[in-house]
Nanobody, 127 residues
Framework: QSRFVESGGGVVQPGESLRLSCTAS????????IAWFRQVPGKEREGVLC????????DYLDSAAGRFTISRDNAKNTVYLQMNNLNSQDTAKYFC????????????????????WGQGTQVTVSS
């Protein structure tokens, strides 16, 4: 079964950093663009960042620009989300998924274009 396992979440104070990991199981990430999403209970899942197979990144979320970066290590079948200067608005469960093109989210806003969702990892930013 192809899926991701997300890890690295936790409780941090405003201004602190976290690095989330997303490791694929059952397939190789070499051939896919990989995206991070987040969701707060009662709200829709929103795109955060995406990284293409050539490691070019695409910002989905204006508030993350300049604070969050995405990277991939194909040898470890893992994608990372480095989050700096966190604030309470970043509190959410973070998920990753694969897609054929990062632009799918920008064009369609359709989660059906993204597959192999994991269980997510919770990030809580609180003083």
């Amino acid at each position: 079964q192809s899926r991701f396992v997300e890890s690295g979440g936790g409780v941090v104070q405003p201004g602190e950093s976290l690095r989330l990991s997303c490791t694929a199981s059952g397939f190789s990430i070499d051939y896919y663009d990989i995206a991070w999403f987040r969701q707060v209970p009662g709200k829709e899942r929103e795109g955060v960042l995406c990284i293409a197979t050539n490691s070019r990144s695409t910002d989905y979320l204006d508030s993350a620009a300049g604070r969050f970066t995405i990277s991939r290590d194909n040898a470890k079948n893992t994608v990372y989300l480095q989050m700096n200067n966190l604030n309470s608005q970043d509190t959410a469960k973070y998920f990753c998924s694969k897609t054929w093109a990062c632009s799918n989210w920008q064009r369609e806003r359709n989660l059906l274009s993204f597959t192999s969702w994991g269980q997510g990892t919770q990030v809580t930013v609180s003083s």
